[in-house]
């Protein structure tokens, strides 16, 4: 079986998507925790319901975070850690450790960075100019949104477009690309 781990910081609906697929048999895998740097991220809660372990990182600073979840991890056969909606940047503990992948709700390396996360992407998007939007999964390296590039889609900005209607178009575009990526990953794990 494919082990993920999934890192998310709020509502977790990427990680509902993960498991829908998994419950529907479209990804054969398993999620073996869900971790949060939020107490309250809904995601904890979504994992609950699917009785997939939690855990709740108590560190604060990315150094303290790294060791602390490096110590919890090697409690678990992971495969890969797919972070949805994870805020924080990821440790060398980590990085060196597993494979680890994001995915992002803007066309990298354009909109990414510090502080570009949910619909603050796609306000910097049609401020712009742009004609599309889009989403990317990337491997996760020590600096935010800097990973080599696994898959973009890009959604068509139309006339009008608000942040929020092109927020709601990009997440629905990530979820079919996350399911691609994750499919490709667990074939050929096997």
């Known amino acids: 079986m494919y082990n993920i781990v999934v890192f998310a910081s709020g509502n ?11 419950n529907n048999g479209v990804l054969k895998a398993n999620i073996s925790l869900v971790v949060s740097d939020n107490p309250e991220a809904f995601a904890l809660e979504r994992a609950a319901q699917a009785s997939i372990p939690t855990y709740v990182i108590k560190s604060k600073t990315i150094p303290d975070i790294d060791t602390e979840l490096a110590k919890e991890l090697q409690k678990y056969d992971i495969d890969l850690i797919m972070l949805a909606g994870y805020l924080k940047l990821i440790g060398e503990n980590l990085i060196n450790k597993y494979t680890i992948i ?9 909109y990414g960075g510090k502080g570009m996360y949910g619909v603050h992407v796609q306000e910097a998007v049609i401020q712009a100019g742009e004609r599309y939007g889009g989403v990317t999964v990337h491997y996760v390296n020590s600096e935010y949104d800097k990973g080599s590039i696994i898959a973009e889609t890009k959604v068509k900005i139309e006339d009008g477009e608000t942040p929020e209607s092109l927020f709601a178009k990009v997440q629905a575009a990530e979820k079919v690309q996350l399911i691609e990526v994750l499919k490709k990953f667990i074939i050929h794990m096997k």
């Open 12 to 22: 977790g609906t990427t990680l509902q998507t993960i498991i829908d697929n998994i």
């Open 102 to 110: 994001n995915t992002h709700p803007g066309l990298l390396p354009k």
